[in-house]
């Protein structure tokens, strides 16, 4: 299976992934049901954890369709560690209570945005991946041609 077939069903999954989110939390504001199925402290950084490295991925993998393979191979090293290390890193944020003055009845602040910081930083590393691999591949094919072009 060629990498170009692997990025479109990712990019498939991940759509997806994020229509369900979007439709959760939808359903979770307008509906009292939706609400009590999950603890809400929980529940809100769970979905965050998983909406936000998606918006991440969407945007990389696109690029990445339109780059070589060498490319996808050196970003797939970093990413695949890293999405474990986020999963061990964000979603167990949740399950911390507020802090503050007031305890955990006021709304932590730390847990969002410890989550943001851990996808943005993934979707700007991916990016200097990408963008540094692909000036390589560019740089040395015209090598290349310069050279076929002497001879």
Do not use: D, H
């Amino acid at each position: 299976m060629t990498y170009k077939i692997k990025i479109t069903r990712f990019l498939i999954i991940f759509i997806a992934i994020l229509v369900i989110c979007l439709v959760y939390e939808f359903l979770r504001i307008n509906s009292e049901f939706v609400n009590n199925l999950v603890p809400i402290r929980y529940e809100e950084t769970v979905f965050l954890s998983i909406f936000l490295i998606t918006v991440a991925l969407l945007p990389l993998l696109l690029l990445l369709l339109f780059n070589g393979q060498p490319v996808y191979n050196t970003w797939k090293k970093f990413a695949i560690p890293y999405l474990i290390v986020y999963a061990f890193l964000a979603l167990p944020l949740g399950k911390l209570s507020g802090g503050g003055i007031y305890g955990g009845a006021s709304p932590s602040v730390g847990k969002e945005v410890g989550i943001m910081f851990l996808a943005g930083l993934f979707f700007f590393i991916s990016l200097l991946i990408i963008i540094i691999k692909s000036i390589k591949l560019a740089g040395k094919s015209e090598e290349e041609k310069t050279e076929n072009e002497s001879e």
